[in-house]
T-cell receptor, first 113, second 116 residues
Framework: ETGVTQSPTHLIKTRGQQVTLRCSSQSGHNTVSWYQQALGQGPQFIFQYYREEENGRGNFPPRFSGLQFPNYSSELNVNALELDDSALYLC????????????FGQGTRLTVV | GESVGLHLPTLSVQEGDNSIINCAYSNSASDYFIWYKQESGKGPQFIIDIRSNMDKRQGQRVTVLLNKTVKHLSLQIAATQPGDSAVYFCAENRDAGGTSYGKLTFGQGTILTVHP
């Protein structure tokens, strides 16, 4: 167990809806990164949050947004859901320094129908 | 964004054999590399990491080799066990100007199956 917890574990949404996914980082970690993992593929970086601000973003549209709270927990919000958004969404926490290992949560399996 | 096909490379070994999983990374500027193990229905689990100023690093039953000349990374698992069966991913980190920016770019993944 990594100490990174995500909720919910599974979720089914309808195309066009909005969804919020949550992540609690490992104790002592102040950086949270979000990844999308489609079936049969490696995780793809969405964005990272540090000190409650976005600190780097991958190739994802603006309808993917996030928040980080003072306790370092984080939310991933996706608006106007599309069928291709169906994936495992992973949260990883780390300590902000040069290249430290990131620990992943179990993920949230999102299905868009 | 980056994308890979659905047909991941596979490696089948017998219990007790040594396994070698290979990975080619894309950016010569990457300076930190990680191997992750992902079991079905779980998030990636950290195995071992290596920085670009090293060629080899050993852990418990695992060794990572880095060849920067050909941008190649390998994971060696000694005395492979059925519990090692999983998908293995390499990941690279392209640190941007000394900040804490930590975008991980994952490789394709390899399915390791260990037969008793």
């Amino acid at each position: 167990e990594t100490g990174v917890t995500q909720s919910p574990t599974h979720l089914i949404k309808t195309r066009g809806q909005q969804v919020t996914l949550r992540c609690s980082s490992q104790s002592g970690h102040n950086t949270v990164s979000w990844y999308q993992q489609a079936l049969g593929q490696g995780p793809q970086f969405i964005f990272q949050y540090y000190r409650e601000e976005e600190n780097g973003r991958g190739n994802f549209p603006p309808r993917f947004s996030g928040l980080q709270f003072p306790n370092y927990s984080s939310e991933l919000n996706v608006n106007a859901l599309e069928l291709d958004d169906s994936a495992l969404y992973l949260c990883a926490s780390s300590l902000a320094s040069l290249n430290t290992e990131a620990f992943f949560g179990q993920g949230t399996r999102l299905t868009v129908v | 964004g980056e994308s890979v096909g659905l047909h991941l490379p596979t490696l089948s070994v017998q219990e007790g054999d040594n396994s070698i999983i290979n990975c080619a990374y894309s950016n010569s500027a990457s300076d930190y590399f990680i191997w992750y193990k992902q079991e079905s229905g779980k998030g990636p689990q950290f195995i071992i990491d290596i920085r670009s100023n090293m060629d080899k690093r050993q852990g418990q039953r695992v060794t990572v080799l880095l060849n920067k000349t050909v941008k190649h990374l390998s994971l060696q698992i000694a005395a492979t066990q059925p519990g090692d069966s999983a998908v293995y991913f390499c990941a690279e980190n392209r640190d941007a100007g000394g900040t804490s920016y930590g975008k991980l770019t994952f490789g394709q993944g390899t399915i390791l199956t260990v037969h008793p």
